[in-house]
């Protein structure tokens, strides 16, 4: 099957901790997203990678951080800096190209106690 | 910055009904304007993409319109079924460098038996 996964579905952190949100996809796509959705908003940009090793802000980058080591996996960590780190985490990825699509994981849900 | 936005946020409709989704945006440079559902709990579903040359795309009963200089897209759902219920979001990729999607804050849709 061909998709992308986000690991875990429910994720409890206490005030303080870092927290690290996995997502892998097997579509062998260049470009991977990383968005927040909060209630009755839309998604916003939290950070994106065109290519690996290579990643750039999007308009929510504060208190998040990201690495691109390997095309598959594109892992974000939540940081104690983040001051409302609780919501829905959706990550995406697309091949590429001019025209192409985006395809989204299932999300995780982050609860800070 | 590309904002979007997407009205009705809430419609209910009786099962059988035609309807008609609304999506705005504020800069015409776009890419491409996609549509996509989401059900609750979720990531996002796509279901239409209509390139910033084309006017419409259609998928079994779904019909997605562009008219790029206005900055206005709908999706048009013929003979609404139950399992059609769910939020409806639409999001443009942004033509100047085409790195970044902006999303609007979806309707939800109830389509009730």
């Known amino acids: 099957d061909g998709g992308i996964t986000q690991s875990p579905k429910y994720l409890f952190r206490k005030e303080g901790q870092n927290v690290t949100l996995s997502c892998e996809q097997n579509?062998?796509?260049?470009?991977m997203y990383w968005y927040r959705q909060d209630p009755g908003q839309g998604l916003r940009l939290i950070y994106y990678s065109q290519i690996v090793n290579d990643f750039q802000k999007g308009d929510i980058a504060e208190g998040y951080s990201v690495s691109r080591e390997k095309k598959e996996s594109f892992p974000l960590t939540v940081t104690s800096a983040q001051k409302n780190p609780t919501a829905f985490y959706l990550c995406a990825s697309r091949q590429g190209a001019g025209t192409d699509t985006q395809y989204f994981g299932p999300g995780t849900r982050l609860t800070v106690l | 910055k590309q904002e979007v936005t997407q009205i009705p946020a809430a419609l209910s409709v009786p099962e059988g009904e035609n309807l008609v989704l609304n999506c705005s945006f504020t800069d015409s440079a776009i890419y491409n304007l996609q549509w996509f559902r989401q059900d609750p709990g979720k990531g996002l579903t796509s279901l239409l993409l209509?390139?910033?040359?084309?006017r419409e795309q259609t998928s079994g009963r779904l019909n997605a319109s562009l008219d790029k200089s206005s900055g206005r897209s709908t999706l048009y759902i013929a003979a609404s079924q139950p399992g059609d219920s769910a939020t409806y979001l639409c999001?443009?990729?942004?033509?100047?460098?085409?790195?970044?999607?902006?999303f609007g804050t979806g309707t939800s849709l109830t389509v009730i038996p």
């Open positions: 209509i390139q910033s040359s084309q």
């Open positions: 579509l062998n796509h260049d470009a």
């Open positions: 999001a443009v990729r942004e033509g100047r460098t085409g790195n970044q999607f902006y």
